[in-house]
């Protein structure tokens, strides 16, 4: 499979990115939306598309020409405003359903967080941000894309551990980022996890197996 | 029917009171959020309903007990933060459809904004609150419920004229807020106008007429 993956730049995709880039099965693409962050997948043997997810529906299905499989890890980040959390986690994550939809691609991975679908579970401070993620992920499920929908608990940046749960109540509350882009990669072609929402925390369960107990 | 108007205290919210307040054929309620706002109602000889957008479905659903119809026309306005846009305008909304399904009250009438339904058309200064309004009015199609949606053009603080159109490319590009008022009014009970989305600016047809038209 071809696969795009959509904030290659963020720290999951550019994970995604290094485990996918020597695969046998897969090649990997990293869109981005700086010319010095495409130089630079360059530089690393990685082929990048420039484009921007504030930029129009036709737009991001060019760039998405070829892909057989989009993974969304985009995020607008804290350091940016409200405006662009509308914008970027809603707006421009949905444009890109929209843009895989009329480019034909139908394999979608949406990285969203724990409890995304459950707002009495949101933390009052960063409320808006998990507006934003429940709608993105509502218009997937609406969607005709064959999704899968991971919601991580508390992303680490420690080596991943290689075990996790989908199984929240016994689990901890966080999980390597490593761990996530493995999760991802795992799923690309796990036909079990398509048209599923998948909560992820860090727990007893190879990634492998739990992608086939799904 | 039982109408209950949820902003209420909001310009179109207050028109829409007033030209139902002495209806024979229909009761309304003024859905608010402060004790003082709910005070003036009551002095007015409207009866008013306490609860918070930012509450739960079940808080909303109880508020609604009794109601026929609902019909949405808060906004968190231009003076609060984009966190309001998306607690209010979006998920606020949402909420309120999912308690209107809750408490089995099927007619639901919402306030959008003209071009809500076309991301080209956003005015660049405020695109994030046309993205909450986008996905609103996205939910509310998705919903089970009788909805009417409707989009008008700049809102005018003029006396109505009580002529209007939904030929966007021939009419006006902005409408006074007594004659949208004026239109909530008259489709309550306008079934041709059940699950429709229509646009509405100042034009040459009679509110009435326009209606049965659609």
Redesign the interface.
Known sequence: MNILVIGANGQIGKQVISQLKDDKEHTVRAMVRKEEQAEAFNKAGVEPVLANLEG?VEELAEAMKGSDAIVFTAGSGGST???K???ID??GA??TMEAAEQAGISRYIMVSALYAED??RWPEQI??YY??K??AD??LE?SSLQYTILRPGGLLNEPGRGKVTTDIEQGESSIPREDVASVIVAVLNAENTYRKAIPLVSGEHLIQEMVQNI
């Open positions: 129009t405003g409200l405006d959390t509308l914008l809603l707006d949905v444009k707002r009495t409320k808006p507006v934003a429940h709608y509502k218009q609406q």
